[in-house]
């Protein structure tokens, strides 16, 4: 069973900083790794797949790194929706299982 | 663009068994795994299970023995039940559909709450 974790698990910043969050897998997962955005109230939204994707919409200050067993998530600059809960992702192929961190709250600082 | 929209009763007792749908409006059913996840401020994002157009399903190991997804494809719905429901699975729980591994969309959540 893949384990996902993330660190650290509370990013305070300030707005128009840059935010580095981190996802470590216990085994390697190649590059099958995505990244999602909660706000408060909200179902999470995708941001990055296969590591380092954007997904459809993402602004560009957003961008993934990685693969085997170590992730990173980027925030090239906060905007003020920025802050919020972060998690990290895998589906494994056998057995088939949907895995995700534990997630990283980004605050204003 | 995709909707996913879900219902089922919000307030159970223990024992009783968690039943909720999601419809799926403006995208293919076929092609993708159509999943139930649920959220609680302890355990964060928990992956129940998942189901395909065709009824193949996969769980979670941990909830396997009292949970069970079906699909109509006729109505493009699925379906998730989750018996003998303890104060533990009380949760926000989304349905979900995921592509190659990745969820790209989500329903709007509803917050089940198990009391007696």
């Known amino acids: 069973e893949i384990v996902l974790t993330q660190s650290p698990a509370t990013l305070s910043l300030s707005p128009g900083e840059r935010a580095t969050l981190s996802c470590r897998a216990s085994?390697?997962?190649?590059?099958?790794l995505a990244w999602y955005q909660q706000r408060p109230g909200q179902a999470p939204r995708l941001l990055i797949y296969d590591a380092s994707k954007r997904a459809t919409g993402i602004p560009a200050r957003f961008s993934g790194s990685g693969s085997g067993t170590d992730f990173t998530l980027t925030i090239s600059s906060l905007e003020p929706e920025d802050f919020a809960v972060y998690y990290c992702?895998?589906?494994?192929?056998?057995?088939?299982?949907?895995?995700f961190g534990p997630g990283t709250k980004v605050d204003i600082k | 663009q995709v909707q996913l929209q879900q219902w089922g009763a919000g307030l159970l007792k223990p024992s009783e068994t968690l039943s909720l749908t999601c419809a799926v409006y403006g995208g293919s059913f076929s092609g993708y795994y159509w999943s139930w996840i649920r959220q609680t401020p302890g355990k964060g994002l928990e992956w129940i299970g998942e189901i395909n157009h065709s009824g193949s399903t996969n769980y979670n190991p941990s909830l396997k023995s009292r949970v069970s997804i079906s699909v109509e494809t006729s109505k493009n719905q699925f379906s998730l039940k989750l018996t003998s429901v303890t104060a533990a699975d009380t949760a926000v729980y989304y349905c979900?559909?995921?592509?190659?591994?990745?969820?790209?969309?989500w329903g709007q959540g509803t917050l089940v709450t198990v009391s007696s």
């Open positions: 979900a559909r995921t592509i190659f591994g990745v969820v790209r969309g």
């Open positions: 992702q895998h589906r494994s192929n056998w057995p088939p299982r949907v895995t």
């Open positions: 085994q390697s997962i190649s590059g099958f």
